[in-house]
């Protein structure tokens, strides 16, 4: 079976202020890289529609939805700012429902079985929009948007989202916080001193989905090793025990290490990597279904070749090239820490242990829970 894109050329209308990294070359440049080397015509191409309002109040309020839209309405060519990073224009109410449609096409032509795995270069992006609150260059949280319409009209019973962007999925993890029909994993950038300010491991959600929310929050420096160390550790053996129907990667592609927004460092062999491991534990648990949507990945020269990496490792292809990157010490504490914290949770008691044979004694942070939330 086949690789979808979704894409729609109006993507292109919603726009921040000048300079702003979240631009609409991001997908511009993407599509022409994917024109000029013919991935294009390797791929299906799936042109999405606006999500309707009803699917978009599943994950966000009345008042918010209308705010956005008002904002839209009212400026009449001028940006509207909601705060430092995220800013509205007349575009960008339409742009936004067209993202969380495009996330919808990717989820349901895969849920349908019409293509085995998808990735939805949509944008603006959606991980940092809360219930009332649009935030981080973020308005409407499209992954959540996505799984809620599958949970709510194709009964979808369990999904896994996995963020591999630089930054915590606030909004996203807020939506299924209490939910136990998502296991919501994040691996990004130490938030003690990076937006959003949250992602902690003490961030496990709660009531019913205590321990569903799982925040890998990895040192400044971080690249493939520590990224691919927690997915063979951490995260295989526990999706494979919470058998999703379905994975959703929200993939931001800001954690490169040539995107200055973060200090992270994956490379394109990185990404293709963890991209086949999704694929491969999605083939094991779910049929293979597998949905890409994009989040962050903010450098115009470096971001189209990641895509074309991604999706070619979607189609089957491997990524020719070494993957650089050691695993930190850090990341092995981090993981220490991570497995203890899970243990107060009654739904990982039985959990598989981690190898010993690749971890080292435990040891705290020093500055651990400073700025936490939670301290
Ligand atoms: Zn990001």
């Not at 007349?90 to 795995?117: C, F, M």
């Not at 420096?221 to 550790?233: L, M, P, R, S, W």
Request: glycine share 8%.
């Amino acid at each position: 079976m086949s690789t979808a894109i979704v894409y729609h050329p109006d993507y292109l209308k919603h726009r921040q202020v000048e300079q702003h990294p979240e631009c609409p070359e991001r997908l511009s440049t993407t599509i022409s890289h994917f024109q000029k080397t013919g991935l294009i015509d390797l791929v299906e191409n799936i042109t999405p529609e606006p999500a309707a309002i009803q699917d978009v109040e599943r994950v966000h309020s009345r008042e918010h939805i209308n705010y956005i839209r008002c904002l839209s309405e009212r400026g009449r060519g001028r940006f509207s700012i909601i705060d430092a990073d995220t800013y509205v224009c007349s575009h960008t109410y339409d742009v936004a429902l067209l993202a969380a449609g495009g996330v919808l096409a990717a989820g349901e032509a895969v849920w349908k079985g019409e293509v085995q795995n998808a990735f939805a270069l949509i944008r603006p992006p959606g991980h940092h929009a809360s219930y009332n609150q649009a935030t981080g260059f973020c308005y409407f949280d499209n992954v959540s948007i996505m799984v809620k319409h599958l949970q709510e009209n194709h009964g979808l019973k369990r999904a896994v989202i996995f963020d591999w962007d630089a930054h915590a999925p606030n909004g996203t993890m807020g939506t299924f916080y209490d939910d136990p029909s998502v296991l919501n994993m994040s691996i990004h950038q130490d938030p003690r001193s990076f937006y959003p300010g949250h992602g902690f491991i003490e961030e496990m959600g709660e009531g019913a989905g205590k321990g569903l929310t799982i925040n890998f929050p990895v040192e400044a420096g971080a690249g493939n090793g520590d990224f691919i160390y927690f997915i063979e550790e951490f995260v295989i053996p526990r999706v494979r025990k919470f058998k999703p129907q379905i994975i959703v990667i929200s993939a931001g592609q800001d954690s490169h290490h040539e995107d200055h927004i973060s200090q992270l460092h994956v490379t394109d062999a990185g990404y293709a990597k963890m991209t086949k491991m999704f694929m491969e534990l999605a083939d094991e648990l779910c049929g293979g279904k597998l949905v890409l949507e994009l989040e962050g990945g903010y450098n115009l020269n470096t971001l189209p070749v990641t895509h074309q990496a991604i999706t070619e490792q979607l189609m089957g292809t491997d990524y020719h090239g070494k993957i650089q990157g050691e695993l930190h010490d850090s990341t092995r504490h981090l993981l220490r820490d991570l497995e203890d914290a899970l243990k107060s949770t009654k739904i990982w008691q039985d959990a598989p242990e981690i190898d010993e044979s690749k971890s080292v004694p435990k040891k705290s942070f020093k500055n651990r829970g400073k700025n936490s939330f939670f301290s």
